[in-house]
């Protein structure tokens, strides 16, 4: 007997918003500290760096590396049984920040640290897209 089970996902909050509607929109936005200059990822009210609360959206390229990455072979939750192999990545954007997310549409014996990565818009329904990616 197999369980269908409902996944857990992003729950955008006032500060992450925008983020979250860039990606309907096919667009990456980062917050930039308008006062130290610094790329800010995940979201969030003051800068990590200087504590300014003066963070302005930008939307960037979304051109990333591969920083680090695992390949789950085992469900890592029942959530997604379905989902295996998974390319669990950690990617580092231009911007210099970086995030977790997934790789898709690659060939698993050419994932490398370092490779160049391009984003991909993911539609999980009306209200959410997930940003993954895949080799550029
Ligand atoms: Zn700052």
Redesign the pocket.
Known sequence: MSIELERPLPRPTPTSRPFWDGLQEGRVRLQR??????W?FYPRNR??????A??TWHDVSGAATLYTFTIARQPTSPHFAGDVPQYLAVVELAEGVRLTSTLVDVDESRIRVGMALAPVFEPVDDDLTMLRFRPA
Do not use: P
């Not at 500290?33 to 610094?38: E, F, H, S, T």
């Open positions: 500290c308008d006062d130290c200059g610094a800010v800068c990590h760096r200087c504590l300014s003066a963070l």
